[in-house]
């Protein structure tokens, strides 16, 4: 399995933005690549993912119109823009890969997204 880094957490004020990172230490063979976060105390959620052959993209509705999935195939990237961010956006973000029945069975360490509102 491909090694995946999340990068490009920080902090940010309410209302503004982050492009966060997934790379891939070689080339993504898996059926899609989702985004999850967890917030202190919470369990993890899912964001949104998208679909490695095709493109698509699917995303969770407290995200969508906000967030927006993208991908460089050639660099084995995938980003997650995050735009108006509210402070319950805070939480830890993580990439995961999944295989065709939609298991995520290979996860990123995690980068840590603070909104101070």
């Known amino acids: 399995q491909v090694q995946l880094v999340e990068s490009g957490g920080g902090l940010v004020q309410a209302g503004g933005s982050l492009r966060l990172s997934c790379a891939a230490s070689g080339r993504i063979s898996s059926y899609q690549l989702g985004w999850f976060r967890q917030a202190p105390g919470k369990e993890r959620e899912f964001v949104g993912h998208i679909n490695w052959r095709d493109g698509r993209t699917y995303y969770a509705y407290f995200v969508k119109g906000r967030f927006t999935i993208s991908r460089v195939n050639a660099k084995n990237t995938v980003f997650l823009q995050m735009n108006s961010l509210k402070a319950e956006d805070t939480a830890v973000y993580y990439c995961?890969?999944?295989?065709?029945?939609?298991?995520?069975?290979?996860w990123g360490q995690g980068t840590q997204v603070t909104v101070s509102s």
């Open positions: 995961a890969t999944a295989d065709i029945l939609g298991r995520y069975n290979n």
